[in-house]
Nanobody, 118 residues
Framework: QVQLVESGGGLVQSGGSLKLSCAAS????????MGWYRQAPGKGRELVAS???????NYADSVKGRFTISRDNAENTVSLQMNSLKPEDTAVYYC????????????WGPGTQVTVSS
């Protein structure tokens, strides 16, 4: 199986920036999509951004123009550059990777807390 671990979360002020990173590791595998979800207190899980193995990106409307997702296929990593952060961005951010070989599964990281103060 594939293990994911996130890093880069923390406490920032409104208008600040953070960069989240996620690394996939394990035995040989092939990943299709990678991306980030977030879950704020009392709310459901929300897809923030995704990127295909071919580099096609998708963003939630709430983060367009502020967040940028990128990946390195050779390193099996995905990052989320978050700029102009707002208090409503406060959430636990979860990395995911859709493994397509040798088995099909969605793999999740344990999450990293992002807190944006007003």
């Amino acid at each position: 199986q594939v293990q994911l671990v996130e890093s880069g979360g923390g406490l920032v002020q409104s208008g600040g920036s953070l960069k989240l990173s996620c690394a996939a590791s394990g035995s040989s595998f092939t990943i299709d999509d990678m991306g980030w979800y977030r879950q704020a207190p009392g709310k459901g899980r929300e897809l923030v951004a995704s990127v295909t193995s071919g580099g096609i990106t998708n963003y939630a409307d709430s983060v367009k123009g502020r967040f940028t997702i990128s990946r390195d296929n050779a390193e099996n990593t995905v990052s989320l550059q978050m700029n102009s952060l707002k208090p409503e961005d406060t959430a636990v951010y979860y990395c995911y990777a859709d493994v397509i070989w040798p088995a099909i599964s969605r793999n999740w990281g344990p999450g990293t807390q992002v807190t944006v103060s007003s």
